[in-house]
């Protein structure tokens, strides 16, 4: 009986350390089976389904699937009107030409639960009636609340129960290499959602709004995607996607995106004043060049160049010159004439800041009280440019 019993242990034994070898070296062996279909009596090798796995490694999927829910694809139409004439030969080779409806496509992203979105003002812009469209297939009609067409920004609201919210993140704290992802509906095919990093912040000088400080990436974006979510690897949203620079009308790997940081002072300026309002010193500024520093005699060798002061503005009631350099504005240094126009917008109209000059030689501080920014006049994009998506 114990000679069987050996046996019967060293079998055991053995048959454990196969096991184990093909564990450690071949695991598919022991995690496939094959299976025969019932129709063709196929033998086919099925991984075991696992309906609560985790995520792969480096998998997107919780971020996509908290965000996605929160955006929208909106649809817009506004007439156009064609030319018409009383002339019968016009008529008789072109026919009456009236109004033809055009549409439009882009995207939103739901941030609050009263239904207010955030888009594109060039989405919206001048449409006669908009739709949105949920993840879930429910629509609904969409009503402006405010534009802001020197971000590029404008606000809906849809009227709507129990609506999907996503959560706003700390764009300031993106960094260059970040992942992030891109969410939208491209083209109309439906909503997408491409991943990448973050290739540069602070962009600006784009001709594209007259408030420009970017989130480049080189996440997908075309056209479709405009007023969708830029979003983090844990579903927050960074920015909303506004324009691509591109030579095809594609995406080429340069997307951007208008920072939820900017958004923020949007929203809370058009919900609670129905307007945004900026401040404004009446100045003309530019970058410092060795031709201006020569003609205007500056020693400075960094801030923005005033070349020209309105009579009787904020800036000449504080003794602001042409000539003068402006080097910080309440305390923040201005490297660029883009950085002055953002630094003053964001001051309170009626209230005084500190600027620090520096005048030839000479470094002044000097007490500005700015004033509300007057609207902006249309000026056309130009061509070459980066492309609104």
Same mark, same amino acid.
């Given at each position: 009986m114990r000679r069987y019993w050996l046996v019967f242990s060293q079998a055991v034994t053995v048959l454990l350390a196969v096991y184990f070898v093909v564990l450690t070296m071949k695991p598919e062996w022991l995690r496939t089976r094959p299976v025969t279909t019932g129709t063709t009596g196929v033998a086919l090798s099925e991984a075991p389904t696992s309906v609560n796995a985790p995520p792969p490694a480096g998998s997107f999927r919780v971020a996509a699937q908290r965000a996605s829910q929160a955006v929208v694809s909106i649809n817009t139409s506004k007439a156009a009107d064609r030319p018409s004439s009383n002339d019968p030969w016009f008529r008789f080779f072109f026919g009456d030409q009236g109004s033809v409806p055009q549409s439009g496509l882009g995207?939103?992203?739901?941030?609050?639960?009263?239904?207010?979105?955030?888009?594109?003002?060039?989405? &919206?812009? +001048?449409?006669?009636?908009?739709?949105?469209?949920?993840?879930? %297939? =429910?629509?609904?009609?969409?009503?402006? @609340? /405010?534009?802001?067409?020197?971000?590029?920004?404008?606000?809906?609201?849809?009227?709507?129960?129990?609506?999907?919210?996503?959560?706003?993140?700390?764009?300031?704290?993106?960094?260059?290499?970040?992942?992030?992802?891109?969410?939208?509906?491209?083209?109309?095919?439906?909503?997408?959602?491409?991943?990448?990093?973050?290739?540069?912040?602070?962009?600006?000088?784009?001709?594209?709004?007259?408030?420009?400080?970017?989130?480049?990436?080189?996440?997908?974006?075309?056209?479709?995607?405009?007023?969708?979510?830029?979003?983090? &690897?844990? +579903?927050?949203?960074?920015?909303?996607?506004?324009?691509?620079? %591109? =030579?095809?009308?594609?995406?080429?790997? @340069? /997307?951007?995106?208008?920072?939820?940081?900017?958004?923020?002072?949007?929203?809370?300026?058009?919900?609670?004043?129905?307007?945004?309002?900026?401040?404004?010193?009446?100045?003309?500024?530019?970058?410092?060049?060795?031709?201006?520093?020569?003609?205007?005699?500056?020693?400075?060798r960094k801030g923005v160049l005033i070349t020209g002061v309105l009579q009787n503005g904020p800036a000449a009631q504080a003794g602001i010159r042409p000539g003068d350099v402006v080097v910080q504005v309440g305390g923040k240094d201005i490297a660029n004439v883009s950085e002055l126009l953002t630094s003053v917008a964001a001051l309170k109209p009626g209230m005084a800041t500190q600027f620090k000059l520096q005048r030839r030689e000479d470094n002044l501080d000097v007490t500005v009280t700015p004033g509300k920014r007057p609207k902006p006049r249309q000026v056309p994009q130009q061509p070459g440019l980066p492309q609104q998506r």
């Open positions: 995207s939103g992203v739901i941030i609050s639960p009263d239904g207010f979105i955030l888009t594109n003002n060039h989405v &919206v812009e +001048g449409a006669t009636e908009i739709e949105v469209a949920l993840n879930d %297939s =429910r629509k609904a009609r969409a009503r402006i @609340i /405010g534009t802001d067409p020197e971000t590029d920004l404008a606000i809906l609201k849809i009227n709507l129960e129990r609506l999907p919210v996503i959560t706003l993140g700390n764009s300031d704290a993106l960094q260059v290499g970040d992942q992030v992802l891109a969410i939208g509906n491209p083209f109309g095919v439906g909503q997408t959602v491409t991943s990448g990093i973050v290739s540069a912040l602070g962009r600006n000088q784009l001709g594209i709004n007259t408030f420009e400080n970017f989130i480049q990436t080189d996440a997908a974006i075309n056209p479709g995607n405009s007023g969708g979510a830029l979003v983090d &690897v844990n +579903g927050n949203l960074m920015g909303i996607n506004t324009a691509i620079y %591109s =030579r095809s009308g594609g995406s080429m790997g @340069i /997307g951007f995106a208008i920072p939820v940081s900017t958004a923020k002072l949007v929203l809370e300026g058009i919900v609670k004043d129905g307007v945004v309002t900026r401040g404004w010193i009446g100045v003309e500024p530019a970058d410092l060049s060795p031709e201006l520093m020569e003609t205007f005699g500056v020693k400075a």
